[in-house]
C-alpha cells in the first residue's frame, strides 16, 4: 500500500520561503509521479507541482510557476517542494500525492494522498 509522509510545515512570513518534505514508500518508487497539493480553507484542493521519480520534466500551477521548485532523491525515496516569495494565498493544507499515470502535470490522476502539512503565511 502506498504511503506518503509529508513534513516541514509551519508558519512563515510573508516574502519568506518553505521547504516540504515527502517520505514515500510502499510501491515501486522509480515508476510513479510524485506530486504537491494544496487546500486552502473554503477552496477545492489544487495540484501545485509533479514530477516523474523516473526523471523528467517537473510540472507547475500557473499560480506557483517561478516561486516553486519540486525536487527528488531516490536513495531517500523522498520528493520535495521549495517555495520562495510567499504571500497570504500560500496559506493552505499542503499534501503529497501519488499518481502511476505517468501524466505528471495531470492533476485530476493523482490517487495517493499523504495526511497533509498545514503552511500559514502571514504578513
Known amino acids: 500500500q502506498v504511503q506518503l509522509a509529508e513534513s516541514g510545515g509551519g508558519s512563515v512570513q510573508a516574502g519568506g520561503s518553505l521547504k516540504l518534505s515527502c517520505a514515500a514508500s510502499?510501491?515501486?518508487?522509480?515508476?510513479?509521479?510524485l506530486g504537491w497539493f494544496r487546500q486552502a480553507p473554503g477552496k477545492e484542493r489544487e495540484g501545485v507541482a509533479g514530477i516523474p521519480t523516473r526523471g523528467g520534466r517537473a510540472y507547475y500551477a500557473d499560480s506557483v510557476r517561478g516561486r516553486a521548485t519540486i525536487s527528488q532523491d531516490n536513495a531517500k525515496n523522498t520528493v520535495y517542494l521549495e517555495m520562495n516569495s510567499l504571500v497570504a494565498e500560500d496559506t493552505a493544507i499542503y499534501y503529497c500525492?501519488?499518481?502511476?499515470?505517468?501524466?505528471?502535470?495531470?492533476?485530476?490522476?493523482?490517487?495517493?494522498w499523504g495526511q497533509g502539512t498545514q503552511v500559514t503565511v502571514s504578513s
Open positions: 500525492a501519488a499518481s502511476y499515470s505517468l501524466l505528471c502535470g495531470s492533476w485530476s490522476l493523482y490517487n495517493s
Open positions: 510502499g510501491y515501486t518508487y522509480s515508476r510513479v509521479c
